[in-house]
């Protein structure tokens, strides 16, 4: 099979880079959802519809509607783990981690695009492939950033809370932003070099 243009690896990979747009978006709307939720939750508990427990764990009631016949009341028994110096960063990291694959599938949908019409050497494409790669460093430094303010606030505000922060550097990662860099400069200058030649014909 052919690596480039109709009915090649490149028009395969098109079609999974679209599956994986529309499975991001899922999870940015399940993202919304989840903080939206949560934000509900926490204004129940303030106006005492819903026992602080059901954060902070141990036995607790939901209750919706009045005290007596006409209200509906859930009683449950949860460990707990989800005040808000826990779940916040989490809706943080992966907000950050959905927006960044959104821009990197984005680009690399339209860098597969000029693949497949059998264009590889387009000057836009060097400026996809830069794009990706500074998403991708965003998205590592931002990492360490709320990695840091999760343990930050967990030492503050849940001292209980016995979790291990160690930011590990990840090697891989790092390797592929530095090969999207060379790749990018690669591109760019197969993009000149095309142009020129199409000068001189």
Partial sequence: MKALGKGSIAAWVQIALMVAWVCLWIAAAALVLAAVGYGVLLALIANGSVDPSVLTGGDGQIRLGDEGGGS???????PGGATWPVVVPGLLIGAVAVAGALIIVWRLRKLFDSFTSGEPFRRENARHLRVIW?????????RYALLGLTAALLVNFEPDIDADFRISLDISTWGSILILIVLAEVFREGARLKEEQELTI
């Fill in 134 to 142: 500074i998403t991708m460093l965003v998205i590592e430094l931002s």
């Fill in 72 to 78: 509906f009341q859930v009683s449950y028994d949860e």
